[in-house]
């Protein structure tokens, strides 16, 4: 009989033009390497249900609470049908950003009050159901920390831009400024990347944070 694995789950975070995404299946292919099971997902999105919200948070003018109740409506089914059910599996869950995005965008960037983004976080998250008891969060959260200034250029040479990708510098510094509050409220569920080099360098100081946690040899 083969050993019960116990789940993993990392998440993906930074500002947009950061560069993270590159990296999610660099290693989601080397966990199955060591025979791991791996679900690559994201958020918003996930599920039919919350990639439906996706497009209309991407999309869409809203106020800043809307975007924070749709983001966490979207998170609580994607956790609901994928992420808890893989982790009970034993399976590794890659997810491209999870609630620290709304830390950093919704908080950070549009100004919304994180008091309420805690709330709605211990509710959402909560495991068993449970707003008392312990809240679901990654194991590991790799944050991509580029200069705002930086990742604009990289995102100007990209694709057509969605309604957070168009937002000009400064909302883009609010951003990263929440991510290293996040960051400092929580460091030992942190590694801090610096996403100012070549993808191979990025690579691999993804490689070497994943080993110092022990989750990959
Ligand atoms: P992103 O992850 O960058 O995907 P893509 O590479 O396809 O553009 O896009 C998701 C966007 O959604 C990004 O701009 C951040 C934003 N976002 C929030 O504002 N709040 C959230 O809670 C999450 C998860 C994402």
Redesign the pocket.
């Known amino acids: 009989m083969t050993r019960r694995m116990t789940g993993l789950f990392i998440s ?1 975070e930074g ?3 950061a560069g ?2 590159t990296h999610i299946e660099t290693l989601a292919q080397a966990f199955r390497a060591q025979g791991r099971a791996v679900l690559l997902t ?4 996930g599920t039919p249900l919350a990639e439906v919200l ?1 497009t209309l ?2 999309n869409e003018a809203m106020d800043a609470m809307t ?2 109740l749709l ?2 409506a ?2 609580r089914d994607h956790l609901k049908q994928k992420i808890e059910p893989a982790l009970s599996r034993g399976e590794v869950v890659l997810s ?11 908080g950070g ?2 100004g919304f009050d994180s008091a309420v983004l805690s709330t709605l976080e211990r509710w959402v998250q909560a495991i068993d159901n449970d707003a008392k008891t312990a809240i679901r969060q990654p194991d590991l959260t790799l944050w991509f920390d580029l200069a705002p200034a930086l990742a604009a250029e990289r995102l100007a040479d990209a ?1 057509v831009p ?4 168009s937002q000009p510098v400064e909302f883009f510094s609010r ?1 990263a400024k929440a991510y290293g509050q996040r960051m400092a409220e929580q460091p030992e569920r942190f590694a801090r990347i610096d996403a100012d080099n070549s993808r191979e360098v990025v690579g691999q100081a993804v490689m070497r944070a994943l080993q110092q946690k022990g989750y990959l040899t």
């Open positions: 993906f500002i947009d033009g993270k995404s994201r958020e918003p999105g996706r948070v991407l975007e924070a983001v966490f979207a998170r491209d950003r999870f609630t620290d995005a709304t830390f950093a965008y919704q960037g549009r694709r969605d309604k957070f990708e951003v």
